[in-house]
Every structure is written in structure tokens, then in C-alpha cells.
Nanobody, 123 residues
Framework: QVQLVESGGGSVESGGSLRLSCAAS????????LTWFRQAPRKSREGVAA???????VYADSVKGRFTISKDNAKNTLYLQMDSLKPDDTATYYC?????????????????WGQGTQVTVTS
């Protein structure tokens, strides 16, 4: 069983930056696909950025050029650097992992989830 714990959320003004972290309970990052999702109130969960074991990245169109996903295998930690934040980025952010190398932003294909961290962007 893989446990994921997010941190780094908070409140920031529009145009600001935040970096989210996701720590795993075991060494997963060498072979798993890792992804950040978000869910705003009354909206469905949205895939934001995915990172495969060979460091291929996929981003949602809404965050391309503003968000960067990365990982530190030695620390078993996944990151999401969020720059130029907008009020529309306000949501609970979750990290997720699946024990397959293929990239997908489909939430139904993920086996493990963190508890989420809140990001609020004020105008």
C-alpha cells in the first residue's frame, strides 16, 4: 500500500507562486506514473500534470507554461511548482500514483491518492 502526503498549499494573490510537495511512503517514483489533480467546488476532478518514470511530462492546457512537475527520487517526493497563479487555479490539489509507466490524466486509472492540500488564489 502506497501512502501519499501532500503539503505546501495555502493562500496567495493572483500572479503569485506556490510549490506543492507529495511525499510517498515507499520507493515508487522509479517505476510509477505520478500525477497532480485538482478539484474545485462543484467541478469534477481535473488532471493537471503527469510525470512518467522516464521523465515524460504531460500538462493540462490550462496550466501549460505556468506549472512544472518534477520529482526527487532520493527523497521519494513529487513537486508541483505553480507560477503566475490565477483565481481559477483555486482548488484542492491531490497527488496520485499508478504502478504503470504510461501517462494519463484520467483519474479513474490511479490506484493511490493523497488527502489533498488546499490552494486559494485571491484576485
Amino acid at each position: 500500500q502506497v501512502q501519499l502526503v501532500e503539503s505546501g498549499g495555502g493562500s496567495v494573490e493572483s500572479g503569485g507562486s506556490l510549490r506543492l510537495s507529495c511525499a510517498a511512503s515507499q520507493h515508487t517514483y522509479s517505476s510509477y506514473c505520478l500525477t497532480w489533480f485538482r478539484q474545485a467546488p462543484r467541478k469534477s476532478r481535473e488532471g493537471v500534470a503527469a510525470l512518467t518514470s522516464d521523465n515524460t511530462t504531460v500538462y493540462a492546457d490550462s496550466v501549460k507554461g505556468r506549472f512544472t512537475i518534477s520529482k526527487d527520487n532520493a527523497k521519494n517526493t513529487l513537486y508541483l511548482q505553480m507560477d503566475s497563479l490565477k483565481p481559477d487555479d483555486t482548488a484542492t490539489y491531490y497527488c496520485a500514483a499508478r504502478p504503470f509507466p504510461q501517462t494519463t490524466l484520467d483519474a479513474d486509472r490511479y490506484n493511490y491518492w493523497g488527502q489533498g492540500t488546499q490552494v486559494t488564489v485571491t484576485s
